[in-house]
């Protein structure tokens, strides 16, 4: 079955404790991006990636680290969580950027205290 | 700047009827717009997605309806059902095509 996987799905953790989302894809995509969703801020972009070793900013980047050395795996690695990073997490992917659409993962729901 | 947004935050319908969800969109050189539907404790699913050089596309009890003159997008649900209940989001490509510039998203809300 085609699907982005996530895991874990829930995480409570506390500030400054590291953590690492998981992000899988199985179609072979070469487009994969993190995004956040917050109640009345809708969805925004972390990061992105065009292909394996590429990666790139999106419209809320602060806070969060991803890597590409694989095409399936995008992970979302928070160095030191904040408060005001408790949200919920989407992985997406798609075969290419423009014009495609992305296939959503399941969700993380991140709270940190 | 980039921004997409909806109408309406809520709509409520009767089982059976016609659903109507627009979006306004700003960015005049956006090229791709798609529809996405999210259910509660899930990830948004694809509905329907339509190209700039369409007006209109049809899909299973979905059309979408693109007016480039007022930038405007609208999804329309023929014989609305209660599994139809979720939040409707519309999406915009951005002009460096990288990423998706999402709407704040309709609550549909389906009583039977």
């Known amino acids: 079955e085609a699907q982005v996987t996530q895991n874990p799905r829930y995480l409570i953790t506390v500030t400054g404790k590291k953590l690492t989302v998981t992000c899988s894809q199985n179609?072979?995509?070469?487009?994969m991006s993190w995004y956040r969703q917050d109640p009345g801020l809708g969805l925004r972009q972390i990061y992105y990636?065009?292909?394996?070793?590429?990666?790139d900013k999106g419209d809320v980047p602060e806070g969060y680290k991803v890597s590409r050395k694989e095409k399936r795996n995008f992970p979302l690695i928070l160095e030191s969580p904040s408060p005001n990073q408790t949200s919920l997490y989407f992985c997406?992917?798609?075969?290419?950027?423009?014009?495609?659409?992305?296939?959503f993962g399941p969700g993380t729901r991140l709270t940190v205290t | 700047g980039e921004s997409v947004g909806l109408h309406l935050p809520t709509l409520s319908v009767q089982e059976g009827d016609n659903s109507i969800i627009n979006c306004a969109y700003s960015?005049?050189?956006?090229?791709?717009f798609i529809w996405y539907k999210q259910e509660s404790g899930k990830g948004p699913q694809f509905i329907i997605d339509?190209?700039?050089?369409?007006d209109k596309r049809q899909g299973q009890r979905v059309t979408v309806l693109l007016n480039k003159t007022v930038k405007h997008l609208s999804l329309q649900i023929a014989a609305t059902q209660p599994g139809d209940s979720a939040v409707y989001f519309c999406?915009?490509?951005?002009?460096?095509?990288?990423?998706?510039?999402f709407g704040k998203g309709t609550t549909l809300s389906v009583s039977s």
């Open positions: 999406a915009e490509t951005t002009q460096a095509g990288t990423a998706l510039i």
């Open positions: 960015n005049s050189a956006s090229d791709y």
């Open positions: 997406a992917s798609s075969l290419q950027p423009l014009g495609e659409r992305q296939y």
């Open positions: 179609m072979n995509h070469e487009y």
């Open positions: 990636s065009m292909n394996v070793e590429v990666t």
């Open positions: 339509i190209r700039s050089n369409m």
